[in-house]
C-alpha cells in the first residue's frame, strides 16, 4: 500500500539545523602551519653595562632638508664674509652713523664747520649762522656739487625736518631712493640753482673749472619755468565743469531745494584765488576759464598775461622757485601753487604784513592763511564731489588725500623763512 506525504513548505525542512559545535567548526581558519619554536638563551660571556635602548632611525627626508639648510646657512655667512672684503659697497645695507644733528656755521673756534671755509666755498652768499646736516661727524652733501648741503640761516625749520628725515633711515641704502628723503631732494635742487645763480651773476659766462659750480645744465632755472608754465592752460583751478541743464539740476525732495552744482563750487572755490592774483601778484592781467561750454580743447591764456606771470616766477629765488615746481606737480595747478608761496615765502614778508594792517584797519578779525588744506581743497574739489555721491575706493583716495597734502606741506617748508 502506497503511502502519500503531504507536500508543505517549511522552513524547518529547507534549512538545517546546527549545534553550537558545529557552528564554531565553521568559522575555524588556521593562520599558518609553521611549528612554535622558542628562543635559546646564551650564556653572557661579557661584563659590562646593559646596551642603550634603541632610537627610531631619522626620516631621511629629513636629514636631507635639515642639511641643506644648515649648507644654505654656512653658504650666505661666507657669501657675506667675501663681500665685506671684496667689496666695501656693500657696507650700505647697514647705517653707519648713529647720531644726526644741525650745526651753524658761527665762527667759532669749536665749530666744526667754520664760517671762513664757507665763505671761501659759497663767495660770501651765506652770511653767519648757515645750517649744516652732519651725520655724526660726516656732512650730509649734495649728491651733483659734493658740496656740504648749505640751508640759509633763516630756514632753520628745514634744516630740522632734513635732520630728522636722516634720522628715520635705517640703513645709507633708503638715502638712494628720493622718495625717502624730499626734503633733501628739493634742499639739493635748490641748493644747486643757487649754486648756478650765483655763478651766473658774479659773471657772465661760468668758469668751467670752478668747482663750486654743480656739474648740471646750466638752464635749471629755465627747466622749472617752462615747466610750470605748461600747466596754465589746463590750470585745475580754472578749469570748470560745463554748466548743467535745467533737468539735470540736483534737488533735495525732501526740502525740494536745489543744491549747487560742481560748476558753482568750482567758481566759488576759485574766485578768491584769483582776485588776490589779479591784484596783489599779477595786476591788470585777466585769467580765463580753461575749458569753454562744449568744448574738450584747453582756451589758452592771453600771451600779454603769460609774460607778465613768466617774468614773475623768474624773479623768484632759488628756494621759493623749487618749492613752486613742488606745489605745481602736486596740484597741477599754476595758480594753487602762487597763492601757496606768495602767503608763505620769504620774499613775501611786506605783502602780507600790509594785508594785516588793511585788515586791522578795517576792523576785522585777522583771516586764516591760505594754507596746506585751503591749496589742497582747491585742487582735489572734483574728486571730492565725485567721492561725496559715489564713494571712495579703499587705498586710493585716502592715500592721494594724505599724500597731496605731504607735498603741498614740503613745498612751504622749502620756501619759507623766518
Known amino acids: 500500500m502506497t503511502r502519500t506525504v503531504p507536500l508543505t513548505w517549511s522552513s524547518r525542512s529547507v534549512i538545517p539545523q546546527r549545534t553550537p559545535q558545529s557552528t564554531a567548526r565553521l568559522y575555524q581558519r588556521c593562520l599558518h602551519h609553521s611549528p612554535t619554536t622558542f628562543a635559546t638563551p646564551l650564556p653572557v660571556t661579557q661584563p659590562g653595562p646593559p646596551p642603550s635602548a634603541p632610537r627610531p632611525a631619522a626620516s631621511q627626508y629629513g636629514e636631507q632638508i635639515d642639511r641643506r639648510r644648515r649648507q644654505a646657512e654656512l653658504f650666505k655667512r661666507g657669501q657675506e664674509m667675501r663681500s665685506t672684503q671684496a667689496k666695501p659697497g656693500n657696507a650700505m645695507k647697514k647705517r653707519f ?13 669749536s665749530s666744526p664747520w667754520p664760517l671762513d671755509l664757507f665763505r671761501q666755498i659759497y663767495s660770501n652768499r651765506y652770511t653767519d649762522g648757515a645750517h649744516v646736516i652732519y651725520l655724526d661727524t660726516r656732512p650730509v652733501r649734495n649728491p651733483q656739487s659734493k658740496l656740504p648741503l648749505a640751508i640759509p640761516p633763516s630756514k632753520a625749520h628745514l634744516a630740522t625736518a632734513i635732520a630728522l628725515e636722516w634720522d628715520l633711515l635705517v640703513s645709507a641704502q633708503q638715502a638712494l631712493r628720493s622718495h625717502l628723503i624730499p626734503l633733501t631732494s628739493m634742499a639739493s635742487r635748490a ?13 657772465s659766462k661760468p668758469s668751467p673749472e670752478s668747482s663750486t659750480t654743480p656739474q648740471s645744465s646750466p638752464t635749471i632755472r629755465n627747466d622749472i619755468i617752462n615747466t610750470v608754465l605748461r600747466y596754465l592752460d589746463t ?57 569753454e561750454s562744449g568744448s ?5 591764456q592771453l600771451a600779454a598775461s603769460r609774460d607778465v606771470i613768466r617774468g614773475w616766477v623768474a624773479g623768484l629765488n632759488a628756494w621759493e622757485l623749487v618749492g ?49 588744506e585751503e591749496a589742497a581743497e582747491a585742487c582735489s574739489l572734483e574728486v571730492r564731489w565725485q567721492t561725496g555721491r559715489w564713494g ?27
Open 324 to 372: 613752486l615746481e613742488r606745489a605745481v606737480l602736486a596740484g597741477k595747478s599754476l595758480c594753487v601753487g602762487a597763492r601757496l608761496i606768495t602767503e608763505w615765502g620769504e620774499s613775501f614778508a611786506d605783502l602780507r604784513e600790509r594785508r594785516e594792517g588793511e585788515s586791522e584797519e578795517e576792523g576785522g578779525r585777522r583771516k586764516r592763511r591760505f594754507g596746506i
Open 191 to 203: 641748493h644747486d640753482l643757487s649754486l648756478q645763480d650765483s655763478a651766473a651773476s658774479s659773471s
Open 235 to 291: 590750470d585745475t583751478l580754472l578749469c570748470w565743469s560745463p554748466p548743467p541743464s535745467s533737468s539735470s539740476k540736483d534737488t533735495d525732495t525732501s526740502s525740494q531745494l536745489i543744491t549747487p552744482s560742481l560748476r558753482d563750487l568750482q567758481i566759488q572755490t576759485a574766485q578768491p584765488i584769483i582776485s588776490h592774483l589779479t591784484t596783489n601778484i599779477w595786476p591788470g592781467i585777466e585769467l580765463r576759464p580753461g575749458l
Open 392 to 418: 571712495e575706493v579703499e587705498d586710493t583716495h585716502d592715500v592721494e588725500k594724505e599724500d597731496l597734502r605731504r607735498q603741498f606741506g614740503s613745498a612751504i617748508l622749502v620756501a619759507a623763512g623766518e
Open 296 to 300: 574738450i580743447l584747453p582756451t589758452p
Open 97 to 109: 652713523w648713529k647720531d644726526v644733528s644741525v650745526t651753524t656755521a658761527d665762527g667759532k673756534p
